[in-house]
């Protein structure tokens, strides 16, 4: 039993002795660091391989190339890192503690790269947003002014997508202020904003004449022409419904037609005679009356009954025609 005992002792001595004695592999394969006195960062953290040469077996050179050391200065700003603050960083990583050799600068000057976003490529942004959203309405159409240009953005050097910010249901007009956010890939990394001054046109009724209320419009009392839109109460006529309707109220010449300043016609006319039907099952009654109001089809008209002089309330079925 002691023999066997002595026998595990040497086999295992003579395992664990080989697996020292075999060849370095992993964090324990020596590399050498050599310092550069300056480097570029493009990220937000300073790489090793961004200011270092190392030389060593090819997997830990890897990892140790993408070893955070320092925080980045920020776009286009330069910062100094001191030899022994990046020793320390490395004493505290698996692959930097053991076999590692750190040589060259004593200090290296870091640079943040930078990319130049100009505010003309954000105004742009903006009007292709405005653009893209009137798409929507195709009878407006929109001249832009920019009223101020931002000014340029200092970003790092990396894919920017420009997200200009409008609300789906705002019909922009006038001047507006679009909000601009930068994301470098999911990250938002700046936001500014442009002004732009919007200003619509849309081709509307006009009256090609001076129109009297009660008047019915043909074709040739309307012309049509591209007017600003302004005003909170912005309601054109629709061209193709105007033939046949009345004016509500008198209409200047040159003056757009709104929807509010037409209505049905008048198929009675107060102080007209009319022909007033009465049924009453299959009795059917015709006789004449004087209106004593204006009327529509199918609106409520006073008649007066001409034989008796009794005032009723009748109903405009068509051109001087009611019924009771």
């Not at 603050?85 to 004493?91: K, M, P, Q, S």
């Not at 490529?121 to 292709?128: G, K, N, S």
């Not at 309405?137 to 050097?157: C, D, N, S, T, Y």
């Not at 601009?180 to 919007?198: C, K, M, P, Y």
């Amino acid at each position: 039993m002691r023999n066997l005992w002595l026998v595990s002792i040497l086999v295992f001595g003579t395992v664990a002795g080989a697996a020292q004695s075999g060849p370095a592999t992993g964090a324990s394969a020596g590399v050498t660091i050599t310092l550069r006195d300056q480097g570029i960062c493009n990220e937000d953290e300073v790489r090793l391989g961004e200011i270092a040469e190392i030389t060593g077996p090819e997997a830990r050179v890897a990892r140790l190339q993408r070893l955070p050391v320092a925080h980045a200065p920020e776009a286009g700003q330069e910062r100094m890192l001191a030899r022994e603050d990046i020793e320390t960083v490395l004493r505290a990583s698996p692959d930097g503690r053991i076999g590692a050799t750190v040589a060259g600068a004593q200090r290296t000057l870091v640079r943040a790269g930078v990319q130049i976003v100009e505010g003309e490529r954000l105004a742009a942004a903006a009007i292709r947003a405005l653009e893209n959203q009137l798409a929507a309405q195709p009878g407006l159409k929109a001249q832009f002014e920019l009223m101020h240009v931002p000014p340029a953005l200092r970003l790092r050097p990396a894919e920017v997508e420009l997200r200009p910010d409008l609300r789906a249901d705002e019909l922009p007009n006038g001047a507006v202020n679009v909000r601009v956010r930068l994301f470098q890939g999911l990250r938002s990394v700046a936001e500014t904003s442009v002004g732009i001054r919007v200003r619509l046109y849309q081709t509307v009724p006009v009256a090609a004449r001076n129109l009297a209320e009660g008047d019915v419009l043909e074709r040739n009392d309307v012309i049509l022409e591209a007017r600003e839109v302004n005003g909170s109460r912005w309601e054109p006529a629709d061209p193709a419904r105007i033939a046949g309707r009345a004016a509500r109220q008198p209409i200047a010449r040159g003056k757009m037609i709104e929807s509010r300043m037409l209505e049905a016609p008048a198929v009675i006319r107060r102080g007209e005679r009319v022909r007033v039907t009465l049924t009453r099952g299959a009795l059917e009654l015709v006789t004449q009356a004087e209106a004593r109001s204006d009327a529509t089809d199918g609106q409520s008209v006073r008649l007066r009954l001409i034989d008796s002089g009794v005032e009723v309330l009748g109903t405009a079925t068509g051109p001087s025609e009611a019924k009771l």
